[in-house]
């Protein structure tokens, strides 16, 4: 069966220190694999997106995301955090058919 | 701008009301995806229609149904309203292998 599992609902980061958000998949068949964000009272946006090729992805606003099959983890991390990065974050999976969603995970930013 | 727009942006109704909420998708995309999302339940995939046709279910009540008509909008019905049925309401449309959300319309019952 396919799905996501996002690892911490709630993540909290001093302004400046590296964001990890943790995502973990189940797919029966080769997965797309996103990250959206959605900031309060708004839509989702997309983050990054893997589909094939290269395993190291990056996105909008310095994100970026590794692909790791042997792990079946596709993680989000930033480098240094601010404050407008305060936001819920997806992970969503496609396998052609469906997309699945994980339950989100809130990430607070500490000034 | 994801291109998908949703009518209307706020909806405050009562209880045992009916309520239709429209998406209109991206120009070319075929598939309409709704979504609720609710302080306690996440984000939950509702239903999705794919050029007319209905293609996957999810975790929709007997209460809400949905269409989607020749020129490719979509139209989410609730009735017989509930306090638990306030939520925001996504429309997504999908192309190259990904969803592209819709600003969504929040539901207020009162």
Redesign the interface.
């Known amino acids: 069966a396919q799905s996501v599992t996002q690892l911490g609902s709630h993540v909290s980061v001093s302004e400046g220190a590296l964001v990890l958000l943790r995502c973990n998949y189940s797919s029966s068949v080769p997965p797309y694999l996103f990250w959206y964000v959605q900031y309060p009272n708004q839509g989702l946006q997309l983050l990054l997106k893997y589909t094939t090729g290269a395993t190291l992805v990056k996105g909008i606003n310095g994100f970026e995301a590794e692909f790791k099959k042997s792990e079946t983890s596709f993680h989000l991390t930033k480098p240094s955090a601010h404050m407008s990065d305060a936001a819920e974050y997806f992970c969503a999976l496609n396998t052609g058919n469906q997309f699945y969603f994980g339950t989100g995970t809130s990430l607070t930013v500490i000034p | 701008d ?1 291109g ?1 727009t949703q009518t209307p942006k706020h909806l405050i109704t009562a209880t045992g009301q009916r309520v239709t909420l429209r998406c209109s998708p991206r120009s070319g995309d075929l598939s309409v ?1 709704w979504y609720q999302q609710s302080l306690d339940q ?2 939950q ?1 509702l239903i ?1 229609y794919y050029n007319g046709e209905e ?2 279910k999810g975790n929709i009540l007997e209460r809400f149904s949905a269409q989607q008509f020749p020129d490719l909008h979509s139209e989410l019905n609730l009735s017989s309203l509930e306090l638990g049925d306030s939520a925001l309401y ?1 429309c ?1 449309s ?1 192309g190259e ?8 319309t ?1 539901l207020t019952v009162l």
């Open positions: 994801s998908v995806y996440g984000l995939f999705q293609r996957a996504f997504a999908s292998g990904e969803q592209f959300f819709g600003p969504g929040r």
